[in-house]
């Protein structure tokens, strides 16, 4: 695993170890931020579900301005904290353990809103409808904020229908990639 492009392209990233998380493929990041297309300047990340922080790393090796990174187990965020640290991202960056399928209250110490959302939650676990849900409750999103899921083909996402739209969907074998835009 490794940051695919940025300042920081080609630096390697440790994944936690074990099979509690499933960190996401380069060719599918990589597909991810091609789909982005740029204009990371100045954003502020929020990457749930987030293991080893390959994506709020990505982002920011492409020049976002700040990334908070969520995620419950000690492992994953044992990495994450390793990865910033020798990253250099310590002063751009905010970690958080929380329990995200219970709520996102651990975001009232976090800034908001976000410009960018990445969720890889766990496979077929039924997180991402929650989740989407408890980002409006918590006005973690602003009018235009894209949120992007990596999630299985089989699961299905249902989405506040007037807080957000499906703008694109990818399928990568069993794994799907959904880009929903916020329209608060």
Request: glycine share 8%; charged share 25%; aromatic share 6%.
């Amino acid at each position: 695993m490794r940051v695919i492009s940025g300042s920081l392209k080609g630096r390697r990233l440790i994944a936690p170890a074990g099979m509690a998380t499933r960190p996401t493929a380069d060719r599918i990041k990589e597909s991810m931020f091609n789909i982005l297309a740029g204009g990371f300047e100045a954003k502020r990340v929020l990457d749930l579900f987030a293991g080893s922080g390959s994506l709020g790393i990505e982002a920011l090796s492409r020049g976002a301005a700040s990334a908070v990174f969520v995620d419950r187990s000690k492992m994953a965020l044992s990495a994450l904290r390793r990865n910033i640290e020798a990253l250099g991202l310590a002063h751009q960056s905010r970690i958080f353990q929380w329990d995200i399928s219970k709520h996102l209250n651990g975001l009232q110490a976090a800034p908001r809103p976000f410009d960018l959302v990445f969720m890889d939650p766990p496979y077929e676990t039924g997180a991402i409808t929650p989740t989407l849900n408890a980002l409006v409750a918590c006005r973690a999103l602003r009018s235009g904020t894209r949120i992007v899921i990596e999630h299985s083909r089989r699961e299905a996402i249902v989405y506040p229908d007037d807080a957000m739209t499906l703008m694109d969907q990818r399928r990568f074998g069993k794994t799907l990639v959904s880009f929903l835009d916020a329209m608060l």
